[in-house]
């Protein structure tokens, strides 16, 4: 959220990677993030690219599609992204939210029940004992699932735990088909990837 409340579409807190010029998003003004050619660094085709808000974002989502929002501060964006969802006229179902900040998705679902909202979390592929718990912390947050690192600790059994407690499981950042269809055989509800039109032709063979 940029210094004056609104809501802009970048994964970094700062715009040094994307924009070559170091800012704050947290501390500069949405117009001050305009003047920023984001574009640029990918190739000359894109130069020019600006900071997108999430009213915008939100615009380009066709119908019966979903977009995944992650939400990369605190929950004092609750009250403005409320708005934002509400004036977009998408439906619900459209707009699921995840975070990495358990306080994220409790004040989420304090505040839109009806929004699905998952828990983010990196896992050690040596800590079962901290995978376990994230069961039981999910639930007591109100979180509808969980969106884990593809760790060797995610097997069939977790996702059976899983669902039984009435959580669904998404799991990131999958590039490979190896790790995927294993994915898949467990039973995961879906799968983030760098390579989505590769990593489904990957699947279908």
Same mark, same amino acid.
């Given at each position: ?32 993030? @305009? ?35 992650? =939400?990369?501060?605190?929950?004092? =964006? ?103 269809? @294993?994915? =898949? ?14 990593? @489904? ?5």
């Amino acid at each position: 959220m940029s210094k004056d409340g609104k809501i802009v579409v970048i994964h970094d807190s700062d715009t040094q990677r994307t924009a070559g010029i170091s800012k704050q998003v947290a501390g500069s003004t949405l117009a001050e993030l @305009r003047l920023l050619d984001v574009g640029k660094w990918k190739g000359e085709k894109f130069a020019g690219e600006k900071i997108p808000t999430l009213d915008e974002m939100l615009a380009t989502v066709p119908i019966g599609k979903q977009v995944f929002i992650e =939400v990369k501060c605190g929950p004092e =964006v609750i009250p403005e992204l409320d708005r934002v969802l509400k004036a977009a006229k998408l439906k619900v179902g459209q707009t699921p939210i995840n975070s990495f900040n358990p306080s994220v998705i409790e004040a989420v679902k304090k505040v839109r029940p009806d929004l699905s909202a998952y828990w983010i979390v990196g896992l050690n592929k040596k800590d079962r004992a901290f995978a376990d718990s994230l069961i039981d912390k999910a639930k007591a947050i109100k979180a509808d699932g969980l969106d884990l690192a593809a760790s060797a600790l995610i097997d069939a059994n977790y996702i059976k735990a899983a669902k039984a407690a009435g959580l669904k499981v998404y799991v990131w950042t999958v590039n490979d088909a190896a790790t995927a269809k @294993r994915m =898949v055989e467990i039973g995961v509800d879906g799968i983030t990837t760098d390579r989505p039109g590769w990593l @489904r032709e990957q699947l279908s063979k």
